[in-house]
T-cell receptor, first 112, second 115 residues
Framework: KNEVEQSPQNLTAQEGEFITINCSYS?????LHWLQQHPGGGIVSLFM???GKKKHGRLIATINIQEKHSSLHITASHPRDSAVYIC??????????????FGKGTKLTVNP | DTEVTQTPKHLVMGMTNKKSLKCEQH?????MYWYKQKAKKPPELMFV???????INESVPSRFSPECPNSSLLNLHLHALQPEDSALYLC??????????????FGPGTRLTVT
């Protein structure tokens, strides 16, 4: 079982639709990162959250620490939202350092 | 300035070449990271530098050699690479080396092809 699981793996939507991407994790400390990567591009941090809900523009991220689950919502989706969305959780290594453990990503395609 | 820069953007090298990747940030961040990313896969952590000291090496082959000359600069020296090392190499930085409290800022990456 993967330590960080995302669903769905692929998602196609029509412009204007409401999008939800889910992330569940079995390891990690009580925080979670949502990242966005456009084709061929670098990665942008969208949210880092440890409780409740955060909103930035049309993006909303929620987290339930007890259930180890987070969702990323996109309202009024647009073709420019087409990207891979990755969730990641911090994890303490055996040596006591921290690193991020990544999900496999959700590829979102928004058609006009 | 919230930017992490990486040079070069693209690099093609032979298996006998020696080359270096460079990463720079001027945000005063004390943690810097190298990741390797293959197509359609999430990033894989290679190295973490914390306060200019190597704190994590994810069992990376010695043909990859990281260096942190100062708090703003991170290099990755490459020697005798294999074709399977072809990938996107991403650099990132964070204020401190804790993913619980600090987000990571990623550079645009260097697309490396080993021939």
């Amino acid at each position: 079982k993967n330590e960080v699981e995302q669903s769905p793996q692929n998602l196609t939507a029509q412009e204007g639709e409401f999008i939800t991407i889910n992330c569940s994790y079995s390891v990690g400390i009580s925080a979670l990162h949502w990242l966005q990567q456009h084709p061929g591009g670098g990665i942008v941090s969208l949210f880092m959250l440890s409780s409740g809900k955060k909103k930035h523009g049309r993006l909303i991220a929620t987290i339930n620490i007890q259930e180890k689950h987070s969702s990323l919502h996109i309202t009024a989706s647009h073709p420019r939202d087409s990207a891979v969305y990755i969730c990641a959780v911090p994890h303490i290594t055996q040596g006591g350092s921290e690193k991020l453990v990544f999900g496999k990503g959700t590829k979102l395609t928004v058609n006009p | 300035d919230t930017e992490v820069t990486q040079t070069p953007k693209h690099l093609v090298m032979g298996m006998t070449n020696k080359k270096s990747l460079k990463c720079e940030q001027h945000m005063g961040h004390r943690a810097m990271y190298w990741y390797k990313q293959k197509a359609k896969k999430p990033p894989e952590l290679m190295f973490v530098y914390s306060y200019e000291k190597l704190s994590i090496n994810e069992s990376v082959p010695s043909r990859f050699s990281p260096e942190c000359p100062n708090s703003s600069l991170l290099n990755l020296h490459l020697h005798a690479l294999q074709p399977e090392d072809s990938a996107l190499y991403l650099c990132a930085s964070s204020q401190y080396p804790s993913g619980r409290y600090y987000e990571q800022y990623f550079g645009p990456g260097t697309r490396l092809t080993v021939t």
